[in-house]
């Protein structure tokens, strides 16, 4: 009741070789010249019986893991100095596990093969032992099997052929018997190793990463020295001609797209097109919010800082050098306006691009670029500029690359964000500032006025109040459940952000993202602080923000906001009122609307997300637990209204950054953590054939 067991000789190979029907080699990826060790493990049975081929696949000395323990164990004879730390090719296929003539399937490190052994001349014992003598080269030992080292390294060997030739359809059930022994107590064993060795691969994958990432990261620092504010066009330029170098550098053929407010976008194309691939268009944007450097904790927001958390959990600043120094610190932060949203994402795939060029390897798509100078003024040129160029955004999906990943660290995906609806509210007072002594309880103060006129239009659980504004939003079961599997740690969001209760306008953060919120995003009324004087205000001002789903349409929302404030007896007017109008009308204001951008949303099992998912997945191949997080809806905006209506492309949402990145505030941050798993993740993304 002994299983064959047969050995493949150590073998040079050229990355990582798998075995064909026909006895030969296929080259599945990797870069020539590596070497390393094959041994074989082969379970023989007999005929309309299973067997498992095991093939301990071409550890490479090129990349540097370590073998693990596990192995080690198995292998009690001395390694040479060259097969002493064997290293994992971190680009080789994974785990396969095939039936003849059927696909198969990657793993790390081992493949393990399932054939149908089904009768004919080539499938008794004695055919089985004669293919065995052919394989092991007629080298063996009595007894169950050893490790020995042999000229070019270590081989696992046979039982005698003596023995195994004179196994015959009798022992069929021995045979049978000890494969299921094998199975049962060799392979949990083996499945352990696997793991270990998945481990060891994903941390030697990481280290690439890093190496390519801390080489990148002047540039990145180079970049976010530069301004970006929308309306400085000349920024906008200056940040467009470094891009556009960027890529060029690493193969692309890039180009300026101008609009009328000259803040060119930069469009790029990798050189090297595949005709049997598809095309992937990526959207970043490289504008960032306006910034007020008096509220930032360093001298200028253009001015990057790395800073560290000391033992009070305080953010102190240390030398830039530490980002390049061993061991790597992934929870360094650099603070810079745009250092998250969303100058990092394009320095990401820049360094995934040189990964890929390090590796030798080809993307498995076609790649597209678009960096869009106008994101956070809603995007007012992109229109145009799609249609004056359509033939230069012919792609078979659209990928964006922009907002936080999950709080819990996996991989990302979001099939669709929020609109936004834009609008300004200006409650009107007296014609010009007056003395509060004198006039205050006898002119309406129109500050106060605004205020509860906001008031009125949420309650205090914080659900908007305007008859109308939820119509169309219906959840299903189906849905809650999709939310709920986010797996969101809502205590976490609440301490991070630092509030004792959330709003109920959903049963959750998820859910609270598929309504259309109403917010205040700033109000001005007079002066404060040193410049505060004893005044009753001529006016008072509110910017509002209307975030939309794909069922509230932002102009609809606002025509409901105007109904409903005059209904609370304001009379509203085009402009500042004239004499006539105050003279007529108690309560004046103005509310004009801005601009408007529509939500979209993908369905999830859509191609372009399952794509997606087998990218991210592949990241962390042999790790319970870290599968992508997959979100219905984002509740931030970016312009895929504009780039779908005008494309018709299917689209996802991959976010990099981490969630506490304070973007479109002051102290603006990117964890360096994130710099390499979103560099990892866009990579994956480059590297996984899309197929519709």
Request: charged residues 20%; proline residues 6%; contains cysteine.
């Amino acid at each position: 009741m002994v299983p064959r067991i047969v050995s493949r000789a150590l073998r040079g190979t050229s990355g990582i070789t798998s075995s064909r029907e026909d006895g030969g080699a296929s080259d599945c990826c990797g870069d020539s010249g590596s070497s390393g060790f094959a041994g074989s493990l082969r379970a023989g049975t007999g005929a309309g019986m299973w067997g498992w081929d095991l093939e301990l696949d071409s550890l490479s000395v090129v990349t540097g893991a370590a073998l693990p323990p596990f192995f080690k164990m198995l292998m009690p004879t001395q390694l040479s100095d060259t097969a002493r730390a064997p290293r994992i090719n971190s680009s080789a296929p994974l785990f396969k596990r095939r039936r003849a003539g059927a696909g198969s399937f990657e793993s790390i490190f081992t493949r393990i093969t399932s054939r149908r052994v089904d009768g004919g001349p080539d499938s008794g014992p004695a055919a089985l032992a004669e293919r065995a003598d052919r394989s092991a080269a007629g080298s063996g030992i009595v007894g169950t099997f050893a490790w020995a080292r042999q000229a070019k390294g270590v081989r696992l060997l046979q039982n005698r052929r003596r023995h195994l030739s004179s196994i015959s359809a009798k022992r069929t059930n021995e045979v049978y018997q000890g494969s299921l022994y094998m199975r049962a107590f060799l392979l949990p064993f083996l499945a352990l190793g696997v793991s270990m060795a998945a481990c060891a691969a994903e941390a030697q994958s990481q280290s690439a990463t890093i190496t390519a990432a801390q080489k990148n990261f002047p540039e990145l620092l180079e970049l976010l020295r530069m301004p970006n504010v929308a309306a400085e066009a000349a920024d906008m330029q200056r940040n467009a001609a470094f891009l556009a170098e960027c890529f060029r550098k690493r193969g692309f053929d890039a180009r300026l797209l101008d609009n009328a407010a000259h803040r060119p976008l930069v469009f790029a194309t990798f050189a090297k097109q595949r005709a049997d691939a598809r095309t992937v268009l990526f959207y970043i944007h490289f504008d960032g919010q306006p910034v007020t450097p008096a509220e930032w904790a360093q001298h200028s927001p253009f001015e990057p800082v790395v800073k560290a958390r000391d033992a009070g959990g305080k953010w102190t600043e240390v030398e830039t050098a530490r980002l390049t120094q061993q061991p790597f610190d992934p929870e360094l932060r650099i603070f810079a306006r745009s250092a998250s949203d969303d100058k990092a994402p394009i320095m990401m795939l820049l360094t995934a691009m040189d990964l890929l060029k390090a590796q030798r390897r080809t993307p498995a798509i076609n790649i597209k670029v678009l960096l869009d100078s106008e994101e956070e003024i809603s995007s007012p040129s992109l229109a145009e500029v799609v249609t004056t160029n359509r033939r230069l955004f012919d792609a078979d999906a659209l990928v964006v690359l922009d907002g936080p990943e999950h709080a819990s660290g996996r991989p990302t995906i979001v099939f669709g964000n929020r609109g936004i609806a834009q609008a300004v509210l200006t409650v009107f007072g007296p014609r010009a500032p007056l003395h509060s002594g004198h006039f205050g309880n006898y002119a309406p103060n129109p500050a106060m006025r605004l205020a509860s006129l906001l008031a009125s239009m949420k309650d205090d659980e914080g659900r908007v109040l305007v008859p109308g504004y939820y119509d169309g939003i219906h959840l299903t079961a189906a849905d809650r459940d999709v939310l709920n599997a986010t797996g969101d740690d809502e205590a976490a969001i609440r301490a991070r952000i630092g509030i004792a209760r959330a709003e109920a306008v959903g049963q959750s953060y998820q859910e609270a993202l598929q309504y259309p919120s109403l917010n205040v995003r700033g109000m001005a009324s007079a002066a404060v602080g040193s410049r505060v004087a004893s005044i009753v205000p001529s006016d008072a001002v509110a910017e509002l923000d209307m975030r939309t789903t794909p069922e509230a349409d932002g102009r609809r929302l606002f025509e409901l906001v105007k109904q409903h404030i005059q209904k609370q007896g304001y009379h509203l007017v085009d402009a500042p009122p004239t004499d006539d109008e105050r003279a007529r009308y108690d309560k004046l204001a103005m509310f004009k609307l801005g601009d408007v951008q529509a939500a979209e949303r993908m369905p999830m099992d859509a191609p372009v997300g399952r794509w997606a998912y087998t990218a991210l997945k592949s990241m962390h191949p042999a790790g319970a637990g870290t599968e992508p997080v997959r979100i219905r809806m984002m509740g931030g905006t970016v312009p895929t209204d504009v780039l779908v209506d005008a494309l018709k492309l299917p689209f996802v949402l991959v976010p990099t950054v981490n969630g506490d990145n304070n973007q479109h505030a002051r102290d603006e941050n990117l964890r360096i953590g994130n710099f390499i798993t979103g560099t990892d993740a866009i990579l994956a993304l480059m590297s996984t054939r899309y197929q519709p």
